[in-house]
């Protein structure tokens, strides 16, 4: 039977010392007491809080992480509008996936999960398109691509939730998909062959999770995405990312395209609506009333130029929200907190955001919120040290520089705002200590793997 004892630890209730945690041999938690002796339990000498969901990955993308900021050459810029952007880089995915087999999904997908572990990630929902061979045709088990993901997953020892996605058109609503897309591609018949096999692979898998994703209005039709919101289950979905994604979608439907949703799907608390960078006061208002989440990933839609989330008029309708890595140009959950703040500080030229006269620490807050927001979205008992969830842990060295003299919320908002190392000291997934000293215990071995991947992929 896992036990573990924590100095102290962030329990529903509040920061307590000396906590008891005990797991069953599955990996889910028993107790959590405070005030308790050691006895004979592992001890965690630092500061523990649960491990943090990242609501959204396409683990593939880690592998062009850096290999797609260069100046895009004149005909690319031409044919997007003269700039660089969203969609500039979009013709550089497409042309970097090409290239990818199963083996090298799975050892990038590897290589990703320890990196988002060694930060305090303990589990990942992973928005998987990239489904088929290089020219569109399905491999023999259709599912390869995604059950790549999950071995990768088992391997590295995080959780996952699999949200295989319909991707069909290349615009709203029916424009023919371009020629790069064609690995993505599916039909509903081929799209539920992929879903129930993966739903075969993870039965009875404590450490797996099942959702759907169809991939946006532009990728799928409004019959389709009727189809899929009958589904008892997390329901993921790209939403007014960029500019010229709601352009088009006004142009074409006469609505925003979070406005579009609500309008048209049965939004409540199975829905992540992913980035909605743009809305409007009155989007963001009605979105927080239907219970949905919105995913955030800060880092990734700075990288991408997308903008600057509304977060002051869905914060004031207590809209809930999470946080992904998404393209992982970053793979820290801190550093997506701290992204979301910044920017929020940048943009309306004030300080303490994520803040409010009874909550005063931001660290805190956004924590809490990527705790609640990533776990109601990733089909998983995940979010919390307490009886019946997972027993995924995080601790942090309060002996690290960035940490050093501080306890409590202004620990956490030091973690968030100070410094460029980590202080993550161990990590406990599922009742089994995954991170050691700040180091995943398969460390070199998964590297290895994702460097001959590499090697291949850049050659």
């Known amino acids: 039977m896992p036990r573990f004892h924590a100095a102290q630890a962030l329990l529903p209730s509040g920061w307590v010392r000396d906590v008891l945690v005990e797991a069953d041999d599955a990996g889910t938690i028993l107790s959590a007491s405070p005030d308790s002796p050691a006895a004979d339990a592992v001890r ?9 969901p990242n609501l959204h990955s396409h683990a593939f993308q880690r592998a ?42 799975e050892a990038v997908a590897a290589q990703l999960y320890v990196e988002c572990l060694e930060w305090g990630f303990t589990n990942v929902a992973e928005f998987h398109y990239l489904h088929h061979q290089p020219d569109g045709t399905p491999y023999a088990a259709p599912a390869e691509m995604a059950l790549r993901h ?25 424009k023919e998909p371009a ?18 096999d993966v739903r075969s692979a993870i039965a009875g898998d404590a450490q797996a999770g099942l959702g759907l994703a169809p991939h946006s209005l532009r990728a799928v039709t409004p019959a389709m995405l009727a189809e899929l919101a009958s589904f008892n289950g997390p329901i993921h979905i790209h939403a007014a990312e960029q500019l010229r994604e709601v352009a088009e979608c006004e142009a074409a439907t006469g609505a925003r395209p979070v406005q579009w949703l609500l309008d048209h799907a049965p939004l409540d608390a199975r829905w992540c609506l992913i980035h909605s960078t743009h809305m409007t006061d009155a989007e963001a208002m009605a979105l927080a009333a239907t219970g949905a989440v919105v995913g955030l990933c800060p880092t990734t839609e700075a990288s991408l ?71 109601q979205v990733s089909a998983r008992a995940i979010g919390a040290i307490t009886p019946g969830q997972r027993c995924d842990l995080v601790e942090l060295d309060p002996d690290h520089p960035a940490l050093a003299g501080l306890e409590g919320d202004t620990l956490l908002d030091a973690w968030v705002f100070s410094g460029q190392g980590n202080p993550v000291r161990s990590v406990v997934f599922g009742g089994h200590e995954v991170v050691r000293e700040g180091q995943h215990i398969r460390r070199e071995e998964i590297l290895a793997r994702f460097r001959a991947a590499m090697v291949r992929l850049s050659a």
């Open 179 to 196: 020629p790069g897309q064609r690995r993505f591609l599916n039909d509903l018949d081929g799209y539920w062959r992929i879903v129930e």
């Open 64 to 105: 062009m992480a850096g290999l797609a900021e260069r100046r895009s050459p004149p005909d690319a810029r031409d044919a997007e509008g003269g700039e660089d952007s969203f969609w500039t880089w979009r013709q550089t995915m497409y042309r970097f996936v090409g290239r990818m087999t199963p083996e090298d999904a």
């Open 305 to 375: 130029g997308d903008g600057v989330f509304n977060y002051p008029a869905y914060a004031k309708a207590k809209g809930r929200f999470g946080f992904g890595t998404d393209s992982h140009v970053g793979t820290s959950p801190r550093d997506e907190m701290r992204q979301l703040e910044t920017s929020q500080r940048l943009a309306r030229h004030v300080r303490s955001v994520a803040t409010d006269v009874a909550r005063p620490h931001p660290g805190l807050n956004l924590l809490k919120a990527a705790l609640a927001g990533g776990a």
């Open 150 to 174: 999950l071995e990768a997953a088992r391997l590295a020892g995080i959780g996952i939730t699999l949200l295989p996605s319909l991707y069909r058109h290349g615009g709203i609503f029916g």
């Open 44 to 52: 965690l000498s630092g500061v523990v809080i649960p491990g943090v």
